[in-house]
């Protein structure tokens, strides 16, 4: 057996039993789970699926994973909190509801996971939606739209919008939280913007919360190369390439680019951010933005964390958590 593969092995042993370890933090601050995950990455070669290389091959894993993808998303009553109902809506667009109390006041968080437009949520989104549901007493709506390559935002965004206003029809928009991550975070947003453009003028959420949000497609910020290095998931020449894919070659259109949006008449925006992911330099500069326009936000940086840091089973997501269970309650 190769080393590296017996390292992985062994390392990924540490990951599923990383609730036993203690939570100490190493010298510099990073926990030591936070630590163990970031290595786990980096040997599983997350980033290489992104990483340069023969455009061919990486045209037929796109191919691939969005193709497995759009077969569909399967939940069991096990992973999740309460009563689990599935919405099947169409061919490309299904989603789940789960831990639906039927009280009028009961929290409501509409969810766009992440996977690069081309995947369905992970078992981490599962396990993190999980647990700040049972701190919220929340139900969750994860909508599973359609995946790249076969479609794009186009396709997606008016299901999206349709399903949005079928939530709200259940919901007092008070109590309606609009979430997303990485590409779903940019996803998230760019709803929030198509909503504005509706002849009904749909309520707005109470809080807009994003991890880790895509919001430039173009990948063309030319702080991202710095962060190269540190980020064990995302590489920037991938991410570009299916960016053109999923914007059908639109990349500044703020529903896939929300960066370039106009957030008047949006709520307050939360962004969750590490400093080891490529990331980074868009969503401080989005941070800017909504600064310099007297828009209300909140921008947490969590130092030497990765991309989507608080959904990983970790200390570090433990607190981001609990941070989100704050906002909602507000």
Same mark, same amino acid.
């Given at each position: 057996?190769?080393?590296?593969?017996?390292?992985?092995?062994?390392?990924?042993?540490?990951?599923?039993?990383?609730?036993?370890?203690?939570?100490?933090?190493?010298?510099?601050?990073?926990?030591?789970?936070?630590?163990?995950?970031?290595?786990?990455?980096?040997?599983?070669?997350?980033?290489?699926? &992104?990483?340069?290389?023969?455009?061919?091959?990486?045209?037929?894993?796109?191919?691939?994973?969005?193709?497995?993808?759009?077969?569909?998303?399967?939940?069991?009553?096990?992973?999740?909190?309460?009563?689990?109902?599935?919405? %099947?809506?169409?061919?490309?667009?299904?989603?789940?509801?789960?831990?639906?109390?039927?009280?009028?006041?009961?929290? $409501?968080?509409?969810?766009?996971?992440?996977?690069?437009?081309?995947?369905?949520?992970?078992?981490?989104?599962? +396990?993190?939606?999980?647990?700040?549901?049972?701190?919220?007493? +929340?139900?969750?709506?994860?909508?599973? %739209?359609?995946?790249?390559?076969?479609?794009?935002?186009?396709?997606?965004?008016?299901?999206?919008?349709? &399903?949005?206003?079928?939530?709200?029809?259940?919901?007092?928009?008070?109590?309606?939280?609009?979430?997303?991550?990485?590409?779903?975070?940019?996803? +998230?947003?760019?709803?929030?913007?198509?909503?504005? =453009?509706?002849?009904?003028?749909?309520?707005?959420?109470?809080? @807009? @919360?994003?991890?880790?949000?895509?919001?430039? $497609?173009?990948?063309?910020?030319?702080?991202?190369?710095? &962060?190269?290095?540190?980020?064990?998931?995302?590489?920037?020449?991938?991410?570009?390439?299916?960016?053109?894919?999923?914007? *059908?070659?639109?990349?500044?259109?703020? %529903?896939?680019?929300?960066?370039?949006?106009?957030?008047?008449?949006?709520?307050?925006?939360?962004?969750? $951010?590490? /400093?080891?992911?490529?990331?980074?330099? *868009?969503? /401080?500069?989005?941070?800017?933005?909504?600064?310099?326009?007297?828009?209300?936000?909140?921008?947490?940086?969590? =130092?030497?964390?990765?991309?989507?840091?608080?959904?990983?089973?970790?200390?570090?997501?433990?607190?981001?958590?609990?941070?989100?269970?704050?906002? @909602?309650?507000?």
């Amino acid at each position: 057996m190769k080393k590296k593969t017996l390292y992985l092995i062994l390392l990924t042993g540490l990951v599923l039993s990383v609730s036993i370890l203690p939570l100490k933090a190493c010298a510099d601050s990073q926990s030591w789970k936070s630590w163990l995950i970031e290595q786990y990455f980096w040997l599983r070669g997350d980033k290489s699926y &992104y990483d340069q290389q023969d455009e061919a091959i990486f045209d037929q894993y796109v191919k691939s994973s969005g193709e497995k993808s759009n077969l569909g998303f399967y939940l069991s009553t096990s992973d999740v909190n309460g009563p689990l109902k599935y919405d %099947y809506v169409s061919r490309e667009f299904q989603a789940y509801t789960w831990n639906d109390n039927e009280k009028p006041d009961q929290k $409501v968080i509409f969810y766009l996971h992440g996977g690069s437009y081309l995947n369905n949520p992970s078992s981490y989104h599962i +396990a993190a939606l999980r647990k700040i549901s049972e701190k919220l007493d +929340a139900k969750i709506v994860l909508p599973i %739209y359609p995946k790249a390559p076969t479609y794009h935002y186009h396709k997606a965004m008016p299901l999206l919008v349709d &399903y949005y206003k079928k939530t709200l029809k259940e919901t007092k928009a008070e109590n309606l939280i609009l979430m997303g991550d990485s590409a779903g975070g940019g996803l +998230a947003l760019g709803l929030a913007l198509a909503l504005k =453009e509706e002849p009904e003028k749909p309520a707005m959420p109470k809080d @807009i @919360i994003l991890l880790s949000p895509w919001l430039d $497609v173009s990948m063309e910020n030319p702080d991202i190369k710095q &962060y190269e290095s540190v980020d064990p998931i995302l590489s920037a020449w991938g991410l570009e390439r299916v960016g053109q894919l999923w914007s *059908d070659h639109n990349v500044k259109h703020p %529903y896939v680019s929300p960066i370039y949006g106009d957030m008047a008449g949006l709520p307050k925006i939360t962004l969750f $951010v590490g /400093t080891h992911e490529i990331f980074y330099p *868009d969503i /401080t500069k989005f941070a800017k933005q909504l600064a310099d326009s007297k828009h209300p936000y909140e921008l947490i940086v969590a =130092e030497k964390m990765n991309h989507v840091y608080p959904i990983y089973p970790m200390p570090e997501a433990e607190t981001a958590q609990n941070q989100i269970v704050s906002i @909602i309650q507000q």
